[in-house]
């Protein structure tokens, strides 16, 4: 029996359909409780108590009234030891996918940008106000999990694509920005659950509102991780700007944000392109140009920090 088989089995449900296999197979389904996206998590990522947890923070949400997919099943353990879930159905198209050019005019895009600003800021204030209990556990993005001996996308400044200048590049910005986080954090900088992945594939809009899916890797963090990892796939877009100012807009909407928090949007962009440096190299086969490709935007990333820092 299929792993998707015996998941079906377990939740009732039947007709299912693969619609993503990225970090996990995702499949349409029928389950009792309405359409679901049923999920195979990857191994050895999340457990299955911070599975649970992810779970009951997006059930948390979905009855505050953040526009996130409402969990229906699970987590369960299948017998080959992987464990599946399955949340409510969200109808909507994707805003976009990395690396191809935005759809729609300069208004429409800007109009969508501002949507999702404000859908992080509904998912940040909601957060702030729930009482997950003590059996709580997700992983965090905090100072060790982005800079720390052992970041939880891997050791980024050890990526083979780096060259013995690019690497002392790396290590330099990455010793200015613990410590320029560590003061952030000392001052109170903004730090909770957050959803650590707000790519455009994982925004779905329904006509001028958006909504966030995928939260496999969400846990506790630093706010403005979730802006610049928002950011970071608008580096080609001709109005670049205008999209990020449309974004903080429409976060300020709803939630405050200083001036000088944002002057530190470009330092959590390198740490972003820092993680996917180092989450790439156990993904790709020796020499596949992917490598080369996420080490040269986080290397860009860090000259541009340093310059300015």
Same mark, same amino acid.
């Given at each position: 029996?299929?792993?998707?088989?015996?998941?079906?089995?377990?939740?009732?449900?039947?007709?299912?359909r693969?619609?993503?296999?990225?970090?996990?197979?995702?499949?349409?389904?029928?389950?009792?409780?309405?359409?679901?996206?049923?999920?195979?998590h990857?191994?050895?990522?999340?457990?299955?108590?911070?599975?649970?947890?992810?779970?009951?923070?997006?059930?948390?949400?979905?009855?505050?009234?953040?526009?996130?997919?409402?969990?229906?099943?699970?987590?369960?353990?299948?017998?080959?030891?992987?464990?599946?879930?399955?949340?409510?159905?969200?109808?909507?198209?994707?805003?976009?996918?990395?690396?191809?050019?935005?759809?729609?005019?300069p208004?429409?895009?800007?109009?969508?940008?501002? /949507?999702?600003? %404000? =859908?992080?800021? &509904?998912?940040?204030? *909601?957060?702030?106000?729930?009482? $997950? !209990? @003590?059996?709580? #556990?997700r992983?965090?993005?905090?100072?060790?999990?982005?800079?720390?001996?052992?970041?939880?996308?891997?050791?980024?400044?050890?990526?083979?694509?780096?060259? /013995?200048?690019? %690497? =002392?590049?790396? &290590?330099?910005?990455? *010793?200015?920005?613990?410590?320029? $986080? !560590? @003061?952030f954090? #000392?001052?109170?900088?903004?730090?909770?659950?957050?959803?650590?992945d707000?790519?455009?594939?994982?925004?779905?809009?329904?006509?001028?509102?958006?909504?966030?899916?995928?939260?496999?890797?969400?846990?506790?963090?630093?706010?403005?991780?979730d802006?610049?990892?928002?950011?970071?796939?608008?580096?080609?877009?001709?109005?670049?700007?205008?999209?990020?100012?449309?974004?903080?807009?429409?976060?300020?909407?709803?939630?405050?944000?200083?001036?000088?928090?944002?002057?530190?949007?470009?330092?959590?962009?390198?740490?972003?392109?820092?993680?996917?440096?180092?989450?790439?190299?156990?993904?790709?086969?020796?020499?596949?140009?992917?490598?080369?490709?996420?080490?040269?935007?986080?290397?860009?990333?860090?000259?541009?920090?340093?310059?300015?820092?």
């Amino acid at each position: 029996m299929s792993e998707i088989d015996e998941a079906l089995g377990l939740f009732g449900g039947r007709a299912a359909r693969l619609v993503s296999e990225r970090e996990n197979a995702v499949y349409a389904a029928d389950l009792p409780g309405g359409r679901a996206a049923v999920r195979l998590h990857r191994p050895g990522y999340q457990t299955p108590e911070a599975i649970r947890s992810e779970l009951d923070w997006m059930r948390a949400l979905a009855s505050a009234g953040v526009a996130v997919p409402a969990p229906l099943a699970g987590p369960v353990v299948l017998s080959t030891g992987r464990v599946a879930t399955a949340v409510a159905w969200m109808e909507g198209a994707p805003l976009g996918e990395g690396g191809e050019p935005l759809a729609g005019d300069p208004v429409t895009q800007q109009a969508r940008f501002r /949507a999702v600003g %404000r =859908a992080v800021a &509904d998912l940040h204030n *909601a957060s702030d106000g729930l009482d $997950l !209990g @003590a059996g709580f #556990t997700r992983h965090a993005w905090n100072i060790d999990g982005l800079l720390g001996a052992a970041p939880l996308w891997g050791r980024f400044w050890e990526s083979p694509a780096l060259d /013995a200048e690019e %690497r =002392a590049l790396v &290590d330099a910005a990455r *010793a200015k920005a613990h410590g320029m $986080l !560590g @003061a952030f954090a #000392t001052s109170g900088g903004d730090y909770g659950l957050i959803h650590a992945d707000v790519l455009r594939e994982n925004v779905l809009m329904r006509a001028d509102a958006a909504m966030l899916i995928d939260f496999d890797d969400a846990g506790w963090g630093f706010r403005l991780y979730d802006l610049a990892t928002f950011m970071t796939q608008n580096e080609d877009e001709p109005n670049a700007e205008a999209l990020r100012d449309a974004a903080l807009q429409g976060y300020r909407e709803a939630r405050p944000l200083s001036t000088e928090d944002e002057d530190l949007l470009p330092m959590f962009v390198m740490l972003r392109r820092f993680a996917s440096m180092g989450w790439i190299v156990p993904r790709a086969a020796p020499g596949d140009p992917k490598v080369r490709a996420y080490a040269a935007k986080a290397v860009t990333a860090a000259r541009a920090f340093m310059a300015n820092a």
